[in-house]
């Protein structure tokens, strides 16, 4: 099955090359493969699966949509599934903002969302400059790729939009001003202000901000609440529209509900993908209908109306709030961070353990040469992709990424327990010692 994969597959394939697996069945947080072997899945689709997999109230949702003789398609008309769907998006939202939200339906992807929302916020302006950050990843289409920060997949691309200006991500780890720890971020919102004001920084007046509060492909990197605090702050008083991207960080993942309520801000415009259609294909962008500039027609696709979709999404919010999994992920994020910090004194190359909720990261670094001004390693890459295999061997799945493509990053289902986190840890620990023999 696999070889077959190869040979027929186009050579762009991503997640096969480093997770060789040809999976058959799936349950919770554990998938099969079609020799029969299980895994603890801590990839969950990239941070989609919010209930793991084949959850109870999503298949049972799924099913009453595939047996009530719903249209499964019409584009985005109406229908009593969108409105349940809307309803319960809606009552999600924080007070005081949801009397001034409005929803844009897109594409079935991420991608397809944050382009949207590059479009609605270019209209309102009339203005065409993005600022964006170093290390943040946004899709994969022309208008993502061009406020992403990774070079790499840029390189053969041409034509891309232009003026987008990259801004520094207080990445506490790798500060880039050469001074680690948390104070850090301050020396990125000082700079931020400072290229702002500066006539002389060639930063026209910008359409948008846009920013992950938890840069998820870059490495699992928590921005420090002071600092998203400040870029609501600067973002305001200069009137430029701030996006964020809850793609990977929204539906609960990170202990809240959205992530940008750790810090008490609200964007003017966020967008929502993975976990919002219930581990089913659906993309929103949520927005204050002051920068409804918009005309009729202004965001089209086919795929907007995703009936199953958002019927799982609705099942799965309402599931996500009874049960309080945004506080449950939280927990299971402070006993995750707990079970790996020790793994820093045990092991040299472990240099970084950090995240935000069930969005986790361990940067492994090369010892071998001497610190930075910042206090951090060499990124050491080969080693990563080593313990990578080390825990597929052992039963655990996890994606390896970050700038340097040295981050071991978690991303397990919110409804992961205690057992479990410990059970991930004890592999991971167990996966490490292994590599380095
Ligand atoms: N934004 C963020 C923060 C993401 O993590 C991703 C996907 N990893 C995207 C956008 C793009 O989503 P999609 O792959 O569904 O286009």
């Known amino acids: 099955l696999l070889h077959q994969q190869e040979l027929r597959e186009s050579n762009a394939r991503s997640y096969p090359r480093r997770i060789p697996l040809a999976l058959n069945k799936a349950e919770g947080i554990h998938v099969t493969d079609v020799d029969g072997n299980q895994y603890m899945d801590c990839l969950a689709g990239a941070g989609t699966l919010a209930l793991g997999h084949n959850h109870s109230v999503v ?15 019409t584009l985005d008309l109406t229908t009593p599934v969108k409105e349940a769907f809307v309803n319960e998006l809606f009552a999600s939202l924080p007070d005081g903002f949801r009397e001034r939200a409005k929803v844009q339906f897109c594409g079935p992807t991420g991608g397809d969302g944050i382009e949207a929302a590059l479009k609605l916020v270019k209209t309102a302006t009339g203005r065409q400059s993005i600022l964006t950050f170093h290390g943040g990843y946004h899709g994969s289409t022309h208008g993502t790729m ?23 991500y207080p990445y506490t780890y790798r500060c880039p001003f050469g001074k680690g720890g948390e104070e850090s971020h301050l020396l990125s919102s000082a700079y931020i202000e400072h290229m702002l004001d500066d006539p002389e920084s060639g930063i026209l007046p910008p359409a948008a901000m846009i920013f992950e509060t938890v840069q998820g492909e870059g490495g699992s990197i928590p921005a420090p609440i002071e600092w998203l605090k400040e ?5 305001k008083e ?4 701030l996006i964020i991207d809850e793609v990977q960080t929204g539906i609960g993942r990170t202990g809240k509900m959205f992530s940008f309520e750790h810090a008490g801000i609200v964007p003017d415009v966020f967008v ?6 219930g581990s089913l294909p659906l993309s929103v962008v949520v927005y204050d ?7 009729p027609g202004a965001h089209i696709g086919t795929f907007r109306g995703n009936q199953l979709a958002m019927a799982a999404g609705t099942a799965s919010l309402k599931y996500i709030k009874e049960q309080r999994l945004d506080q449950h ?18 092991f040299s190359v472990i240099g970084d353990v950090r995240g935000r909720g069930l969005m986790l990261g361990v940067e492994v670094v090369d010892p071998a040469f001497s610190p930075s001004p910042s206090g951090s390693l060499p990124a050491n890459p080969e080693l990563a ?4 295999s080390e825990c597929i061997k052992r039963g655990l799945i996890l994606e390896v990424g970050g700038r340097h493509g040295a981050v071991i990053r978690l991303l397990p289902p919110l409804i992961i327990t205690e057992k479990q986190v410990k059970e991930v840890a004890a592999i991971f620990r167990s996966a490490v010692t292994a590599s380095i023999k």
């Open 59 to 73: 298949i049972e949702a799924v099913e009453k949509v595939l047996k009530d003789q719903t249209p499964l398609h």
């Open 146 to 168: 061009s406020v992403s920060g990774n070079l790499e997949p840029k390189k053969n691309v041409q034509g891309l939009m232009p003026d987008t200006h990259f801004l520094p």
């Open 231 to 235: 870029m609501r702050r600067i973002t």
């Open 238 to 241: 200069r009137g430029i529209p």
């Open 272 to 277: 929502l993908s993975k976990a919002i259609g």
């Open 289 to 295: 209908k002051d920068l409804d500039a918009w005309e």
């Open 329 to 346: 992920a939280k927990k299971m994020g402070e006993l995750f961070i707990e079970e790996l910090t020790p793994l820093k004194e045990e």
């Open 385 to 388: 992709t080593r313990i990578q």
